[in-house]
């Protein structure tokens, strides 16, 4: 008999290492590259394509979600997945669900103040896959890192044994971030300028600005969105703001262009020591991928 005082511990394992990446499919380079470092990583990749209902606001909103799960089979295969879990509705919810995971304080501010239940739909959603696809390793975008903090605090909390592993934003060569909702931006100068006022930032941090106060007034004043929902310095871990950066953080921002609501957040790390801003990585090409 063995006495062991880790979940791990019990599981054991049969040493094949699964990678998990949740999606809602309509597949861009931002999605490939979560693809191609699970398969990197793991012996097997999983995709989940979903798009989870219960994490949408607005009904409209979910309707024109754009869709097209051939093309996604297709550039799932080109990089490498093994299996694409595209479920329907009803096998991922065939009743409404009585349990619903709602995760506090991380997921208050910034999304969670103008999408009212969305990360409670996206926590449960991710709860559910992982529980039914038990992956070791789990791949999100720091394109989305209240998501990623939201999500680190569930698997945490809830004990769900996947190391959830944060990826950088793809971007275009223009610095756009990739997103599947691009295809319906008609003034793309106006959505430029988040991430260009976001590079800004990236600059300040590089010669010392510290100050919440100074950032996020350096990013304001570069928007120029038909409106701003907010321009937060928030801590990674919590998703909470704070005044100055003193432990990682990211710089979030989010607001509309015409009928298109866009984030895009520029997270800082502690790097040898050095306080790092992470500008993703641009595209050579623009990708196409989006009708852009
Ligand atoms: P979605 O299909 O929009 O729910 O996104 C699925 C996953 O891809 C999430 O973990 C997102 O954070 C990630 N993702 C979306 N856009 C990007 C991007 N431009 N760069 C890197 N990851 C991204």
């Known amino acids: ?76 295969e080109e990089a490498g997945v093994d299996v694409v879990f595209a479920p329907t509705v009803d096998v991922m919810y065939p009743r409404p669900p009585f349990a619903r995971i709602m995760v506090d304080r991380v ?44 999500i680190r605090a569930m698997a945490a909390d809830l004990s769900f044994p996947t190391e959830v592993v944060g990826c950088p934003t793809l971007r275009e060569p223009d610095g756009l971030a990739l997103s599947s909702r691009n295809v319906f931006i008609d003034d793309r100068p106006a959505a430029l300028t988040i991430s260009r006022s976001l590079m800004a930032a990236a600059g300040a941090v590089e010669s010392g600005e510290r100050g919440a106060d100074a950032l996020e007034e350096l990013v304001r004043d570069g ?10 310095l928030a801590s990674q871990e919590a998703a909470t703001p704070l005044d100055e950066i ?11 262009v015409g009928e298109v609501r866009l984030i895009d957040n520029l997270p800082v790390d502690l790097v040898d020591g050095v306080w790092t801003p992470d500008r993703g990585i641009r595209l050579s090409e623009p990708s196409g991928l989006a009708n852009l």
């Open 1 to 76: 008999m063995k006495v062991v005082d880790t979940p791990a511990a019990v599981r054991g394992g049969s040493g094949q290492i699964r990678g998990l990446v949740p999606t809602m499919g309509y597949f861009h380079e931002g999605h490939l590259s979560l693809m191609r470092t699970a398969r990197d990583e793991c012996d097997q990749v999983v995709v989940s394509v979903f798009v989870n209902p219960l994490q949408f606001d607005d009904p409209a909103d979910l309707e024109r979600y754009p869709r097209d799960l051939d093309r996604d089979l297709a550039l799932a």
């Open 107 to 150: 997921a208050d501010e910034m999304e969670g103040r103008f999408r009212a239940g969305h990360f409670t739909g996206v926590a449960t959603v991710v709860a559910k896959l992982f529980a039914a696809l038990q992956p070791d390793r789990s791949y999100f975008g720091r394109k989305d890192h209240q998501q990623l903090a939201v």
């Open 223 to 232: 928007l120029a969105l038909d409106s701003v929902d907010y321009v937060t």
């Open 246 to 256: 003193d432990e990682p953080a990211f710089l979030a921002v989010a607001g509309r």
